[in-house]
């Protein structure tokens, strides 16, 4: 059986990342969604953009691609379709990959590519020192929002479910076990997928909005979320401000590969 471990690079530690941020969770859950389906390496290809959730990749015993700046997703579409039979896995914070790389997620929605898409999101730009993203709350103070941020921010699973994902879950640096999960269900589906971790930035993001340490942060991340089989009882208004956790959309459809391949097979037999 494999272990976490055997995906690691355990000679690169200690990692780079501040002490209490929510990243090396999702770490060790990735690894374990790996060691739990029990890939063969050179069947993954993990793309990563930039960013501190970026640098992940650095930590990996897989192949890995760090790419520019809200570009992940495209340089992973170009993977994807060049070898169909590799799992790709693309690692963008909320930065990259919903506000610089925002247009290549609700394409690679579209189009239904096929990859897993895991977007650590923490509100803000950790790595350039705090400044709002697309997903920031309005009110919330970051490095470019002293006096409370002016826009609403986005909610990545909605965006990316109008836009045509197949499939879309989300859940906490809080409960790794359930990341490892959904990623894994990811891995599974042919087709875009999309997971979405609610993660803490204790330095920048938590320190400006006085969340507390990380423990309280990370349990301030947990009581914003409510399990999507329990929201199914609850009313409109105890939902207010809360994020739906788990399995939101899980609505297969042929991906681009397979429907591009179908035009080729097409005009093959024509010609
Ligand atoms: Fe984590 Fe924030 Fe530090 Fe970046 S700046 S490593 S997101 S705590």
Redesign the pocket.
């Known amino acids: 059986m494999a272990n976490y471990k055997d995906y690691m690079l355990f000679d690169k530690l200690p990692h780079?990342?501040?002490g209490?941020?929510?990243?090396g969770i999702i770490l060790q859950a990735i690894a374990s969604a790996l060691a739990q389906q029990e890939l063969d390496k050179h069947e993954i290809a993990l793309v990563s953009g930039i960013?501190?959730?970026g640098?992940v990749d650095d930590y990996l015993n897989i192949n890995c691609m760090h790419v520019t700046h809200g570009r992940a997703l495209a340089a992973a579409t170009g993977v994807a379709l060049a070898n169909p039979n590799l799992h790709v896995l693309v690692t963008m914070?909320d930065g990259d990959g919903s506000t610089i790389g925002g247009n290549h997620l609700i394409h690679c929605a579209r189009r239904n590519i096929n990859l897993t898409a895991i977007i650590?999101n923490?509100y803000?730009y950790?790595?350039t020192g705090?400044q709002y993203s697309a997903t920031t709350p309005r009110g919330s103070i970051t490095a470019t929002s002293v006096y409370g941020h002016v826009e609403p921010g986005f909610d990545i699973c909605k965006l990316v479910e109008a836009a045509g994902a197949p499939f879309v879950a989300r859940s906490t640096a809080y409960n790794p076990m359930q990341i490892r999960s959904l990623i894994k269900q990811g891995m599974q589906t042919k087709g875009f997928a999309l997971i979405e971790i609610m993660?803490?930035?204790?330095?920048?993001?938590?320190r400006l909005n006085k969340m507390g340490n990380?423990a309280q942060m990370l349990e301030a991340v947990n009581d914003m979320t409510v399990p999507v089989e329990k929201a199914a009882s609850m009313t409109p208004k105890e939902l207010e401000g809360k994020f739906l956790t788990g399995v939101l959309v899980n609505k297969p459809r042929e991906d681009y590969y397979t429907r591009y391949q179908q035009i080729i097979d097409r005009l093959v037999k024509q010609a």
Do not use: L
Request: overall charge neutral; glycine content about 26%; hydrophobic content about 10%.
């Open positions: 780079t990342w501040c209490g941020c929510g990243h960013g501190c959730f640098r914070g650590a923490n803000n950790g790595q705090g993660d803490t930035c204790p330095t920048h993001y938590g990380s």
